[in-house]
């Protein structure tokens, strides 16, 4: 059986999770911390980051982006990028508008300043970079209700890698109850959608330990 190493709070890893139970494919979660550097999951990623799957041939590959086109390419049903060339290219301009903008804007500020650094042990959050992630969410809610105003789902009429990934994203502030969803009905509005999906019930099952979820974390009338 394939293995999937992660972290409970990587927006990578939820991706990949999420991309894994909407192919319908079997696997095995692991949790791996990094900062540990073992030799044995250097072997795998020398790199030393997650995720990483390992398929059942015992093939290693790393990189969220670069799992989830291997997924999408070896089993292209449902397809999550897309089979023509225009939607391709807006799924993937979505994800890498989540993984860089979003990701640098607002989830290192929030989630990397009041977890990640408490687990490396890296000292106490930074208040002005908590500050500026509360600030720069709101940009982002925008942009989604914009999005899914015109569209069924964010790159167009079908779920797909672009939703995953703001999902994933949005899904760890959920967890630490730092999206103003009250603020931003649209953006709720799909989030709801998201969450409701057979594929993210495993993410809302989460209970990272130490660090308990918010409330309203898993529940889909939020």
């Not at 790393?62 to 089993?75: K, P, T, Y």
């Not at 797909?160 to 959920?174: F, G, K, Q, R, V």
Request: aromatic share 10%; proline share 5%.
């Amino acid at each position: 059986m394939r293995v999937l190493y992660h972290l409970w709070l990587s927006p990578d890893c939820r991706k990949v999770r999420v991309a894994l139970l909407e192919k319908g494919l079997d696997f095995e979660l692991r949790a791996e911390y990094i900062w540990e550097r073992r030799d044995e999951f250097l072997a795998l990623n020398p790199a030393g980051d997650v995720p990483v799957l390992v398929e059942s041939d015992g093939s290693a590959l790393s990189g969220s982006n670069a799992i989830c086109e291997f997924l999408d390419e070896v089993h292209p049903d449902p397809p999550l990028i897309g089979r023509q060339a225009l939607g391709r290219a807006e799924v993937r301009r979505l994800v890498h508008w989540f993984d860089g903008k979003f990701d640098g804007e607002v989830t290192e500020n929030l989630v990397g300043e009041k977890t990640m650094k408490r687990l490396l042990g890296q000292g106490a959050p930074n208040s002005k970079a908590v500050r500026a992630g509360h600030a720069n969410i709101h940009h982002h809610l925008d942009y989604i209700g914009y999005l899914t105003e015109r569209r069924i789902w964010l790159a167009g009429d079908t779920f797909s890698l672009a939703d995953i990934t703001a999902a994933a994203h949005l899904s760890t502030i959920d967890y630490l109850g730092d999206v103003p969803w009250k603020e931003h009905e649209e953006a709720k509005d799909w989030y709801a959608r998201v969450k409701s999906r057979p594929s993210f019930r495993a993410l809302l099952e989460d209970n990272v330990p130490g660090a308990p979820p918010q409330r309203h974390y898993a529940n889909l009338d939020f």
